[in-house]
């Protein structure tokens, strides 16, 4: 059963802070969005490939992301088709943590999926601000009609940002839009300024 309550006006208060941005509202269970079918990919055969300003490439697999220190964290997620969700818990490993210094001069970061789909964002979204690449959702394994093994997670951007089925970061000095940034969709996405389309 889906339980729906909807935010009011300029934001639902919880605990004396507004937590759902402008034109949300608040659903508790988890829809899937995807553009095309669910890509099924084995963690054994799963990697990350960071490719840099020079065009090398680094690749994280299943075990060097196992290896990696992890975090749990708790967060509020925000599509651009209106839906918020509050307190959502996971576990993963900050991008920063995989980028290490590989950013060199680079200024934005293109992501790759299996499956095909794209995103861009400011690099410093990744580094500077909390992202993570994810596979643990509510503690179990992230399944894969959510990105499993692993997605990006970018809490503070619309959730189009937040790629499922994550296997590729590259770095560039230029933003290129990905799959729903050149179909109109903002470059950035600040869901706090309803920055849903481009000119928003
Ligand atoms: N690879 C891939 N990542 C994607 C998408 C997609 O279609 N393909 N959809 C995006 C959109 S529009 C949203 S709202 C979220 C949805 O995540 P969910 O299906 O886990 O709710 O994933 C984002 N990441
Ligand atoms: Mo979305």
């Known amino acids: 059963m889906s339980v729906i309550s909807r935010g009011f006006g300029g934001g639902h208060r919880n605990g004396g802070g507004a937590r759902i941005p402008p034109g949300q509202y608040e659903t508790r269970d988890f829809p899937v ?9 084995d963690r054994s055969k799963w990697a990350l490939n960071v490719t840099d300003l020079e065009g090398a490439v680094t690749r994280w697999t299943w075990p060097d992301l196992m290896r990696a220190p992890s975090e749990k964290f708790t967060v509020d997620i925000h599509c651009v ?26 200024e934005y970061a293109l992501v790759r999926c299996y499956g095909g789909y794209t995103t861009n964002l400011p690099l410093s979204d990744l580094v500077d601000r909390d992202a993570w690449i994810a596979y643990e959702y509510e503690g179990d ?36 839009p990905g799959f729903w940034e050149a179909l109109g969709y903002h470059g950035y996405g600040d869901p706090w300024l309803e920055q849903r389309y481009a000119g928003d």
């Open 81 to 106: 088709t209106k839906w918020s969700m509050l307190k959502t818990t996971w576990r993963g490993v900050r991008v920063s943590a995989l980028l290490g210094d590989l950013a060199g001069e680079a």
């Open 141 to 176: 394994n992230l399944k894969a009609p959510h990105g499993g093994p692993a997605r990006l997670l970018v809490p503070h951007l619309y959730l189009w940002k937040s790629a499922k089925w994550i296997n590729g970061i590259e770095l560039h000095v230029d933003d290129q």
């Open 33 to 41: 969005l995807s553009t095309g079918p669910t890509p099924q990919v």
